[in-house]
């Protein structure tokens, strides 16, 4: 998963930058790939990312619930 969300990364750093090089030439085209790789980072790269970054964790102990127990025990 490491492997496929570094290939990821530069795919969009890639078109970004392609972006920015043609746009640099005055072209104006340059903002179609740089559109592109915005939306492969927000809506591929990102939840990719977050999937792997919490997967088999325990998430329980960030949740307001078990903060409100304790309160009402004590």
Known sequence: MKFVLKI???I???FVGLGY???YNDSGQGEKFIGIGVLIFA???MP???YHHYKNKD???YSF???NKN???N
Do not use: A, M, P, T
């Open 59 to 61: 998430l329980s102990r």
């Open 21 to 23: 090089y043609i746009n």
């Open 48 to 50: 990719l990312f977050i």
């Open 65 to 67: 619930q078990n903060q």
């Open 8 to 10: 990821i990364l530069v």
């Open 43 to 45: 809506f591929i790269l």
């Open 12 to 14: 969009v750093v890639g």
């Open 71 to 73: 309160k009402d025990e």
